[in-house]
């Protein structure tokens, strides 16, 4: 749910009042629905002339996706969103024409709006002009993305290891990005590489025929996430502890999936996913390390039983619960796994009286690092999302002026909701997304904290 701030200041008399007095008017963000246009207006491509050629090619994949797509900054359109390549720029200076075309286009950006940049990634072979160039482009971004308003988001899908912009892998984070689906995502920087992405995407039901596993699944973010894979197509099992029996069964009827009491703590949890996901279904596509708790203290306050069920329930469970999943891969029982891990902006900034809780979330962005690359081998992926402020049951107990303050220190000025978690979770985890690996990619509004 919309916190109820964010509701006063966008109806009625308190809108106008919030107008008056100068109030921080945080926006009602457009969220997807299925049948609605992939942007709000036309889609400006610019680029300086060294990078026209991929501005060409993206010009037509949009098109494709029956897009109104310009190619003149100075058309009197209501943008919905820009998109500024510069892929080929070899120079700083290079960039300043493409830069200057998209600054008045901003004021003309429709509200919800986009703006993507497409760039390539550094690599140790570049010499300092191109660096300077390629880094550039990210402070860029986050710039722009904090200059944004009426609840606009700026992105990037960065280019890896000689990838074109006609991969699949590229346009599906093109699309993730221009799309309502990433309407809590902001100011971050997606590198996608090149591995193959098997048969042509389908947008609208990209999970089709996969089966996917959620861990707790019973409430928040999980059963939201149990909800966007279903509506994608998959067929999913909820995962809940038996103390949540009710929340798993009520999620697992809603999906129409199944439900597994289980304990992701237990030893052989892995195993017990694998087994009544191929015995109930068939296959196993796509695991979704969601079950997490919290137990907050100082340091200088911390005790044993709050540092270790942290670590236990938050990161030494997905490590064992893979190790059992890449058995598997290996052994050929499943094939193409995606899994996708929840971090924490907390384990990338830190967070005050959250040591274990950072300790274990940070955890998670190492392991998934380390992950991916085990599981490409077999034409799979592992990533993890690293939400800021979510409006869940967890959120609800943190004391009332925290809650404030956090959700109104990110770019969109509010907190996310479940959902927003869920549709990159569910980006992640489509097929074509297979170049995306090892990522962590943060759904926080840009969160005024960390990187
Ligand atoms: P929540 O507390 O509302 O739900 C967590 C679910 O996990 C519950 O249903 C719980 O029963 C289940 N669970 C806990 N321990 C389990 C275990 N051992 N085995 C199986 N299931 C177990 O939490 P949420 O806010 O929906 O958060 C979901 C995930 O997102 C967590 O990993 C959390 O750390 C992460 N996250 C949340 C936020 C936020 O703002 N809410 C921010 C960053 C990260």
């Not at 749910?1 to 509701?7: G, I, L, Q």
């Not at 697992?252 to 996901?277: C, K, M, S």
């Amino acid at each position: 749910m919309t916190d109820a701030y964010t509701r006063a200041v966008n109806t009625g008399l308190t809108k106008t009042l919030a107008k008056k007095l100068g109030l921080p008017r945080p926006a009602l963000l457009r969220r997807y629905k299925p049948g609605a246009p992939l942007t709000v207006g036309p889609v400006l491509v610019v680029s300086d002339d060294a990078s026209k050629a991929d501005a060409d090619t993206l010009a037509r994949t949009l098109l494709g996706w029956d897009l109104d797509v310009r190619r003149d900054a100075a058309d009197d359109a209501r943008w919905g969103a820009v998109v500024l390549v510069l892929t080929e720029t070899a120079r700083p200076e290079d960039a300043s024409g493409a830069v200057l075309a998209v600054g008045p286009a901003l004021k003309r950006l429709a509200p919800s709006g986009r703006v993507v940049t497409v760039s390539r990634a550094l690599t140790p072979a570049d010499g300092p002009e191109l660096a300077a160039v390629r880094s550039g482009v990210d402070g860029f971004l986050r710039s722009v993305a904090k200059e944004l308003r009426a609840g606009a988001t700026g992105n990037g899908v960065v280019l890896t290891d000689g990838v074109g912009v006609d991969h699949l892998s590229v346009q599906a984070t093109l699309r993730f990005f221009l799309s309502a689906k990433s309407a809590y995502v902001d100011g971050q920087m997606l590198p996608v590489g090149p591995a193959d992405v098997a048969g042509e995407p389908d947008w609208e039901r990209p999970l089709a025929g996969k089966v996917a596993v959620v861990t707790g699944a019973a409430r928040g973010i999980g059963a939201a996430i149990a909800k966007t894979l279903a509506r994608d197509g998959a067929t999913v099992v909820c995962v809940d502890v038996p103390a949540a029996g009710d929340g798993l069964a009520r999620t697992a009827n809603q999906v129409r999936g199944t439900a597994l009491q289980l304990d992701v703590t237990a030893a052989d949890a892995g195993t017990r996913i694998i087994e009544h996901a191929r015995q109930r279904h068939g296959r196993l596509d796509i695991v979704v390390h969601n079950a997490g708790i919290t137990r907050d203290k100082l340091l200088a306050n911390m005790d044993a039983a709050r540092w270790d069920s942290v670590v236990a329930v938050n990161v030494a469970s997905q490590l064992r619960i893979n190790a059992q999943l890449l058995e598997a891969a290996e052994r050929g029982d499943v094939a193409g796994l995606r899994i996708v891990s929840l971090a924490s902006t907390s384990g990338i900034a830190g967070n005050r009286g959250q040591t274990n809780y950072a300790f274990t979330k940070a955890g998670v962005v190492g392991h998934t690092a380390a992950t991916g690359p085990l599981l490409a081998a077999t034409g799979g992926t592992a990533n993890a999302v690293a939400p800021g402020f979510i409006e869940t049951d967890m959120t609800k107990h943190i004391p009332f002026a925290t809650r404030q303050v956090a959700r109104r220190l990110s770019s969109l000025l509010q907190g996310g909701e479940p959902v927003d978690v869920a549709e990159a979770i569910a980006f992640l985890a489509s097929p074509a997304a297979v170049g995306v690996n090892g990522q962590t990619l943060r759904v926080c509004g840009q969160n005024m904290v960390g990187r």
